[in-house]
């Protein structure tokens, strides 16, 4: 018998499934109309659904052994069952015909950590809505609808990039999108080179307000500077009659996406990890989003000899770093700077690649 089944009495009739992401370059880009460039993780987070015939919708999750019972006219209380509640409404007002359902979610993306579980729910929740209904929704569209159901439903003000990088992304390549006219391409890592991500072990307890407070700064900015968005400011020097903190927060998203730019060219790993250090020094003191902690661990994976760059990823106050290794050698790299970061009374773990994962922290 199927957990569905266990759980709902019936197998589903649909599944479908959507991975986290790590961003490897471009960070807060998005809500500005810039560039980013993720990458999709192994992990992902699968959604089940049987049409049911009852007046509530039930919806399951399996790592939070929790079930919510709503209807579509009130907002559920449990926080991960917004997001759900949030892809249904936005489907309907596409214009899909969304029945009553029974719901399961399964997911190995580890949450609150900046890998975007969020958008993972999302767009495994539409997928499956699109497969039940046979309703035609391309995956820009489904990336689209995810990102408004967040915007509306789980009050994250966020950009399109991780909704894009969970719906189009894949695990091989990066994905270099524009985020204002959502032209994107494929792009390697460089040769012989290798994504670790590690969890600095500090939950993200700033990230909504912060997160919102930034992307209100940077609107401001946009304003001062009378253009629609930060993408058009070109040259950092434009910011400088802005008072601070504007005037960094600028500095940042200007020389953030140069760098994406930079990385999405170069095949040397050398450089990209460079364009890497330096985006982690740009959101540490320009933008201000890191914390001790984050930058002890991209300080110790920095100064590791087989790493070639590294920085926070996502949206930071908390979560994690991701770093571009050397082939081959992650399980070294990883328990090394774990032991050095554990030294320091901190207990930090691996989070990608997940065949790493059991790597206990040193203590
Ligand atoms: C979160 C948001 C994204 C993006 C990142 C920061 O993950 O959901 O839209 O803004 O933060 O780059």
Known sequence: ?????????????????????????GEHTDYND?????????????????????????????TLDDIVYFTLGKSPEEHFATYVYGCLLEAQAAGVEVPVLDIYIQSNVPMGAGLSSSAALEVAALRALRALTGFSLDD???AQLAQRAEIQYAGVRCGIMDQMA???????????????????????????????????????????????QRRAECEEAARQ???????????????????????????????????VLRAAECDNAEEFGML???????????YEVSVPQLDQLVALLQAHPDVYGARLTGAGFGGACVALCKLGLLQQISEAVLRDYSSMGLKGRVLVPPTLGAIEPHS
């Open 1 to 25: 018998m199927s957990s569905f089944e266990a759980i709902f009495g019936n197998p589903p009739e649909v599944e479908e499934r959507a991975p986290g992401r790590v961003n490897l370059l």
């Open 34 to 62: 810039g560039y980013v460039l993720p990458i999709a993780i192994e992990q992902q987070t699968s959604v089940s659904m049987r049409r049911s015939s009852r007046t509530r919708y039930a919806l399951y999750s399996e």
């Open 140 to 142: 820009v569209r489904i």
């Open 166 to 212: 969970s719906s189009l992304a894949g695990t091989k390549q990066a994905l270099l999108l524009d985020t204002r006219t959502l032209e994107r391409r494929l792009v390697s890592l460089p040769p012989a080179s290798a994504v670790l991500v590690l969890d600095s072990g500090v939950a993200r307890t700033l990230a909504t307000s912060g997160y919102n």
């Open 225 to 259: 500077l009378g253009v629609s968005t930060l993408r058009d400011v070109q040259e950092v020097s434009l910011a400088d009659a802005l008072p601070e903190p504007l005037r960094r927060r600028v500095r940042h998203i200007v020389s953030e996406n140069a760098r």
């Open 276 to 286: 890497m250090n330096a985006s982690h020094l740009s959101l540490r003191d320009d």
